[in-house]
């Protein structure tokens, strides 16, 4: 019987993943203490998804366990000895939040990183290891790049060579990371040197923003989740920096679930990949809140801090090309616009339900 353990099960990541490995017959083992509660408040707490999960099947086995506790977490390994596969999504995912307390922010996505890497070389190093890393680990550099303005967005000319996106050899140095970049670059590069020093078979997938109907969004973090539900709640939104021109990557949790399964089947050590929406599934913030509009058929208002947040990017879109051409059965499903309508379709149900 194959068995995964699935750090941060109850998030976005992680629950998808969860649903996902469930139905290819896993057993799961969750990891998940709702510390998106006591980060973000009560709206962003994951604990409907913990419920969903355990009436979804009796193979899920949920664990309140934290990432930081080593101690916790040996015992873990040693109950269910081996893993086929972790996928480790558990992290503090905040710009913001990481400012008001940098040692918590490196503990849980460093250190936490770290702590599940040395186990898994110690009781299961036979096990694929799955870690959601983000395109934030390049810092400020992508703002370095020759944009023009157009009326919704900030772009880039056809013929420059990051038309399609910024790829894997794009530079990581000489930028400004904010902290929580930094944090989880830190976790980047110690997953990789795991698979190239100790032959775990290891990959960094460096995500854009991943969203999807199972993602408690918060002011914080989750963009077009908190986007999408306050728009339709209070008819406003607060946008900062950038006019709102901002370009954002969007890949659905379930097209990125796809590329994990993907390098399960065919795994190597050490391995990175930019995955993201591309120029398939991408959109500036006012470009987003113009389809809501559509969707719900009222007009949102707005305001706009000028100031943007440190480590933000002004236009990123991801360059796919190597993890295809790695794993050319893999296929996008969700565009922006699908993403955004499943999640006006969810807040509208939630609402009735409510």
Not at 245 to 263: A, G, P, T, Y
Not at 284 to 291: D, G, N, R, V, Y
């Amino acid at each position: 019987m194959a068995l995964a353990l699935v750090t941060g099960s109850n998030g976005l990541v992680g629950s998808e993943s969860s649903f996902f490995l469930l139905d290819k017959g896993f057993d799961v083992i969750g990891i998940d203490n709702n510390e998106r509660r006591l980060l973000f408040g009560k709206e962003a707490s994951t604990s409907w998804i913990k419920k969903k999960l355990k009436k979804y099947s009796k193979k899920y086995h949920h664990l309140n366990a934290n990432i930081v506790n080593y101690n916790l977490l040996e015992k873990i390994f040693k109950k269910y000895k081996k893993f086929d596969l972790i996928v480790h999504a558990a992290a503090q995912p905040s710009h913001d939040w990481a400012y008001q307390n940098p040692i918590l922010d490196f503990n849980i996505n460093s250190s936490g990183t770290l702590n599940l890497l040395e186990l898994t070389k110690k009781y299961s190093s036979n096990s694929v290891f799955i870690f959601t890393s983000t395109n934030k680990v390049y810092g400020d550099n992508p703002n370095n790049l020759n944009f023009i303005e157009k009326d919704q967005r900030w772009e880039i000319l056809k013929s420059d060579k990051y038309f399609n996106g910024i790829d894997e050899k794009f530079s990581i140095d000489n930028c400004k990371h904010s902290l929580f970049g930094a944090s989880k670059l830190y976790a980047d590069i110690i997953v990789q040197e795991y698979g190239k020093n100790f032959g775990i078979r290891t990959v960094s997938f460096r995500s854009g923003c991943i969203t999807g109907p199972n993602h408690s969004g918060a002011e914080l973090h989750g963009f077009l989740s908190y986007l999408v539900k306050i728009c339709m709640k209070n008819n406003f939104y607060n946008i900062i920096g950038y006019n709102g021109k901002q370009v954002r990557d969007n890949i659905h949790s379930s097209d990125l679930i796809n590329c994990f399964w993907e390098f399960y089947k065919k795994p190597s050590c050490g391995e990175i990949y930019n995955i993201g929406g591309g120029r398939f599934s991408n959109c500036s913030i006012l470009e987003a809140i113009k389809i809501v509009e559509k969707k719900i058929s009222k007009k949102i208002k707005l305001s706009i801090q000028k100031k943007s947040r440190i480590g933000d990017h002004k236009w990123y879109i991801t360059n796919l090309s190597k993890f295809k051409s790695h794993y050319p059965h893999w296929k996008q499903k969700y565009n922006t616009e699908i993403i955004i309508s499943e999640l006006v379709s969810k807040n509208i149900f939630d609402s009735k339900k409510n």
